[in-house]
């Protein structure tokens, strides 16, 4: 085809894809995003649907729930809760211008630089380590106390070991929870008595299995704390009898009381007994020199031989020997005394013991709300987990 027949409007010329390519248009909705997998998105709306319309499961779960509670609300045994406070003495200084010595000394002839040395008291820090402390946990297991739902005076050991029952709640959680630990126990207590059987060291202190499972028991029991703020010492004991809980209250705080005071007056003490026996000694031998002279003078009236004056010469110098040491040790003996009472640290009970009036577990209401709490929570967790995998099966 010529040029002029192209000019007029004939048959155009042929054209390809080069000049004119071809293009694709796709229509996406408004709201769409590329790039976000809208697949994997979870729709708050249908989950909150899907809960209601399962309101039924929810309900069902929140009642069982609430039986249970109620269930071991009434099967845990009663535990009571008593206390006392005390604000201990924090330091003493011996060398004190208050000291009974510098008070009184003079009275005897005694003065205060002889009997010299500082002693501070027991840190407040170590008392709650004193409760927990295996000695103190034994002496405390060999108390005997009535208990009044038993009718019946035992041991504190004698009660945990034989003759408290802690309900059908406790031998529930003993035989399931704690199955495995019980027959783990029951393999290791003959192993466990022989390896403690066989120490013949008497300062070792030997105890057997069913003593450790007791003592473990009694330090949750029994405990002491401090208020770093105020330096107030609290001790507390939980028992499943009211009147038992205020008695060991009391035993605890005077064991605690009685282990400071034989601490801080423990030296002086063994001072003290020490400087009575070398009293009760010197006189005896100031007794025996008054006597030998009182004799020989006796025997010996009107004799002026040089040998007589000699004798009468070293008799007297046993004599006023024998009165210097014992009157010395008298004086030390005297001050020996003072100086235990100073030691001695006083105590002040800012709350005394009393007989719980109400019971601090079990708190029913809070082991009720609790458990419907949870069991609403479980259900709600099932229906989440099987609507996400309905839409995932769907998928």
Known sequence: MSKDEKEKGHLPEKTTTTDFPIQEYKLVPIDYKEGVGSEDEIDLIELAKAIWDNRKTVYKFVAVGVVLGVLVALLTPKEYKSSTTLMPEYSSESSSTFGLIEQFGGLVGLSSGSYAGNSNAIRVELYPQI?????????????ELYFEDYDTTATIYEY??????????????QYTIGFPGTIIDSFSQNTSEDQVGSRQNTDIINITKAEQEVIYLMRDRVYASLDDESGIISVSVLMPEAKVSAEVTQIVYNMLTEYLIEYRTEKVTIDLNFIEERLNDSRDRFNQSQLKRAEYEDS???????????????????????????????????????????ETPVFKVLQPVQVPVEKNKPRRALILVLFAVLAAI??????????????????
């Open 160 to 173: 945990f070991s034989g003759i408290y029952s802690p309900g059908l709640f406790g031998y529930l959680v």
């Open 131 to 143: 409760v927990q402390s295996l000695p103190f946990q034994i002496e405390l297991l060999q108390t």
């Open 378 to 395: 479980s259900s709600i967790g099932i229906i989440i987990i099987q609507y996400l995998f309905k839409e995932w099966y769907q998928k």
């Open 300 to 342: 010996n009236q009107g004799t002026l031989s040089a040998r007589a004056s000699i004798e009468k010469e070293r008799l007297l110098s046993e004599y006023d020997l024998a009165f210097n040491v014992y009157n010395t040790l008298a004086q030390r003996y005297e001050e020996a005394k003072l100086k235990v009472q100073e």
